[in-house]
């Protein structure tokens, strides 16, 4: 690393040392390094796949078979990645810091998988169903809804026995989860410090979390590549994949310690 990124670093470690509260939001950018494709960029899956056919309710009631045919891929890759390095570096965080919210748009396991604890998962899991009927959710080790799809085999929910199973994920045009939204709202109003990672920054209301962490005086840093919405707004960017700055600034908090 350069000898002015390696100060911003140390810069920046030096205020996560001191910030009484930290706040992640992660999206499809943390995971890219892990083989999982992101959304909007150039090789991103809304731009191979049209989500009013795949990510809506409507959808789901018009052609199920075809959602669950997109949804099953989509598992079938997800089961096969594993997280990386950016993952583990965000897992080690909750332990170095006084206080640590990860939230994340991501429907991929991976913060679990690498061992975060209370993740707040904004757009649900994708390893997770969901009665569409009576809206039981059922956790992936459920023995009752485990099922490989096939077509023309479409799972019913065990509960009500009438609803079609989905995956337990936020389409378009649905609400959040609740409790996910409201506490990731009063950890954004808060922290002192708030991270942005891996992700485009223009899916409501995740999008305004960076907002309302800065408009409640929140020093605001972007780990991305590329320049986003939030990007004129950030105190602070990183251009390096999340992957390699989030390691980096984990060991320079065990160094100073
Ligand atoms: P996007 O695909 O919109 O943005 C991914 C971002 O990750 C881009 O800005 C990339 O530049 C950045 N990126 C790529 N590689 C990276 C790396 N190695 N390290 C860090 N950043 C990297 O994905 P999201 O912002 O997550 O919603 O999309 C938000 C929501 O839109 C998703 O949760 C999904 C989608 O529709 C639902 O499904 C409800």
Redo the contacts with the bound molecule.
């Keep these: 690393m350069e000898d002015q990124a390696s100060e911003t670093c140390k810069a920046l470690v030096e205020r996560l040392r001191r910030a009484s509260s930290v706040c992640a939001l ?5 995971s ?2 892990s083989g999982v ?5 150039a090789d ?3 731009n191979r796949f049209r ?1 009013e056919e795949l ?1 809506n309710v409507e959808a789901f009631i018009r052609n199920p078979t075809l959602v669950w045919e997109w949804y099953s891929w989509r598992r079938e890759l997800m089961s096969r990645v594993q997280p ?1 390095a ?1 993952h583990y570096a965000l897992a080690e965080l909750s332990s170095l810091l006084k206080s640590f919210t990860l939230i ?4 991929d396991n991976l913060h679990r998988q690498a061992g975060s604890k209370d993740v707040i998962e ?3 899991n994708i390893q997770r169903n969901k009665c569409q009927e009576c809206k039981t959710v059922y956790l992936p080790d459920d023995s009752r809804t485990r099922f490989e799809f096939r077509k023309g085999q479409l799972p019913h929910c065990p509960e009500c026995n009438t609803g079609l199973l989905r995956p337990d ?4 045009g ?1 609400m959040l989860p609740e409790d996910a939204i409201t506490q990731s709202w009063e950890a954004a109003e808060r922290c002192d410090l708030f991270l942005s ?7 409501y209301p ?2 305004a979390l960076p907002q309302v962490a800065q408009a409640s005086g929140a020093f605001l840093v972007e ?4 320049v ?1 919405e939030l990007s004129g707004k950030a105190d602070l960017s990183f251009r ?6 989030l390691p980096t600034l984990v060991n320079l908090l065990k160094e100073q310690a």
């Design positions: 992660t999206g499809a950018g943390v890219k390094e494709p992101t959304f909007r960029e991103g899956l809304w989500p990510a990386n950016g994340t748009q991501n429907v904004l757009h649900g994920v936020v389409w378009f649905e990672i891996g992700t485009s920054a223009v899916v995740a999008a780990i991305n590549p590329q986003t390096e994949p999340s992957g390699e700055i």
